[in-house]
């Protein structure tokens, strides 16, 4: 039970590069998130999921894309990378069952620069 | 829409000692639920504890437990017997229990501790 694991850990894109950040879980989660995390500002959500095929804005969508084709996995897209994209990506999973408290659990997060 | 505060930047606490880490969150609900995730330098983040809104007993998970004070909309954490593997950044974070909101966090900015010999 590896839990949530991301693909790449680092990387290094020029400006107007494009990438996908890979997350997998192996619990069965329905829901699933990607956070990004900048000094000073915590941790801020992007995009969301809440089953195989649907995706929803977070709070700062703009310049990224989603897919959730397969229940365990969520892609991030960066169509053209931006300086400003300089970040850690964090995704997480979590269950949904009515009336349950559920927890985020986390991946290691990506460390992506942006040149 | 809810928000999170952690007024504390930088935090440090001596080992063997209790410290407190503060935390307040603005939200107009009343079925919620708090947590404080901690990071250490691998940037792992783990679920350190949580609460329910609904439960007047405080949690307790072994060295750390949190003081919800649900009308002053505060949530501390208190470590005891810190430890050098405390140290970290500690994220307070919160979550609505509104059904449709698919369990999104709102996080504060973080307190980093450090924990001095």
């Known amino acids: 039970n590896a839990g949530v694991t991301q693909t790449p850990k680092f990387r290094v894109l020029k400006t107007g590069q494009s990438m996908t950040l890979l997350c997998a879980q192996d619990m069965n989660h329905e829901y699933m998130y990607w956070y990004r995390q900048d000094p000073g500002m915590g941790l801020r959500l992007i995009h969301y999921s809440v089953g195989e095929g649907t995706t929803a804005k977070g709070e700062v969508p703009d310049g990224y894309n989603v897919s959730r084709l397969k229940k365990q996995n969520f892609l991030l897209g960066l169509e053209s990378a931006a300086p400003s994209q300089t970040s850690v990506y964090f995704c997480?999973?979590?269950?949904?069952?009515?009336?349950?408290?559920?927890?985020?659990?986390f991946g290691p997060g990506t460390r992506l620069t942006v040149l | 829409a809810q928000t999170v505060t952690q007024s504390q930047p930088e935090m440090s606490v001596q080992e063997a000692e209790t410290v407190t880490l503060s935390c307040t969150y603005d939200?107009?609900?009343?079925?919620?639920?708090l947590f404080w995730y901690k990071q250490p330098p691998s940037r792992q983040m783990i679920l350190v504890i949580r609460q329910e809104a609904y439960k007047q007993q405080n949690a307790t998970e072994n060295r750390f437990s949190v003081n919800f004070q649900k009308a002053a909309k505060s949530f501390s954490l208190k470590i005891s017997d810190s430890q050098l593997g405390d140290a970290a950044m500690y994220f307070c974070a919160y979550r609505s229990g509104r059904t449709g909101t698919a369990s999104k966090l709102t996080f504060g900015t973080g307190t980093r501790l450090q924990v001095t010999l």
């Open positions: 939200t107009s609900e009343s079925d919620y639920y």
């Open positions: 997480a999973s979590s269950y949904s069952p009515l009336g349950i408290t559920d927890t985020q659990y």
